[in-house]
């Protein structure tokens, strides 16, 4: 017996509302991955198959789905909560898989019978040492076709350590003036979680896939541009910036 849809719907309004801490401009951030992943699969012939990486509850692949008709969305994430929260409130518009992105042979629990279209991801990457980093960049180069696409959204630092701190700056401002700082941060949404009698049994899943230590949080631009490129992707660049929030494209 999954969680009821009231429940599913509380809690992943309160999701939508506590990642806006941590996504600068978040819904435009998430248009502008639509934006990108509509671009490269217009005009073929068969629905695209896209991938979205840590995903939560699925709030970016949801949008994906809607914004593209007929297309196979993926929302891929290592936690059994999230999972259940999001199949119950988006329903049948997303195939739900649970794998610990970057673990050995994650990608294999994805069943994949077609080359990828596009793999896009949200604040979720940052996460990944720089090695595992590689290692999922190189995953995915060889999983997508031609022409497929890669998009990071994350937080990301400029080169410049005085820039740095500038768009972190501008990020903060920018938080402030839409007060989301008045929502739930990342431990108040799960601590919250754990305290609601319905929710118990799915945490209780998650045995030791708690999220790992942030370990990527220093690389660079131009950092997760040279991994890219040295995973196989020719064509890297940035397509959207608002304060330290970056979008990476990479095309195979």
Not at 120 to 148: F, I, K, M, N, Q
Not at 203 to 212: A, M, S, T, Y
Request: hydrophobic letters at 40%.
């Amino acid at each position: 017996m999954g969680v009821n849809a009231v429940t599913a719907a509380r809690w992943v309004e309160r999701w939508e509302d506590q990642q806006q801490r941590y996504a600068v401009d978040r819904e435009e951030s998430f248009t502008v991955i639509a934006d990108v992943v509509e671009h490269v699969t217009r005009g073929q012939s068969g629905p695209p198959l896209v991938l979205d990486l840590g995903s939560g509850p699925g709030s970016l692949a949801a949008r994906l789905a809607g914004r593209l008709p007929g297309a196979e969305v993926l929302a891929v994430d290592g936690d059994p909560l999230l999972l259940e929260l999001g199949s119950t409130y988006y329903g049948s518009a997303l195939r739900y898989v649970e794998a610990m992105i970057g673990e050995p042979g994650w990608l294999d629990a994805l069943a994949l019978d077609r080359p990828v279209d596009a793999a896009v991801s949200t604040t979720a990457l940052h996460y990944l040492d720089r090695r595992t980093l590689y290692e999922v960049y190189r995953d995915l180069a060889g999983r997508l076709r031609p022409g497929g696409v890669l998009v990071n959204g994350d937080h990301i630092s400029p080169d410049s350590p005085k820039v740095s701190e500038l768009a972190v700056d501008i990020g903060r401002r920018h938080a402030e003036r839409h007060l989301t700082f008045s929502h739930d941060d990342w431990q108040s949404w799960w601590s919250g979680a754990a305290s609601d009698p319905e929710l118990a049994r799915f945490l209780g899943r998650r045995g030791g896939h708690r999220h790992p230590r942030c370990e990527g949080n220093d690389l660079t631009i131009s950092s997760h541009l040279d991994l890219l490129r040295e995973a196989g992707f020719a064509q890297v660049g940035v397509v959207w910036q608002y304060g330290h929030s970056h979008i990476l494209a990479a095309v195979r």
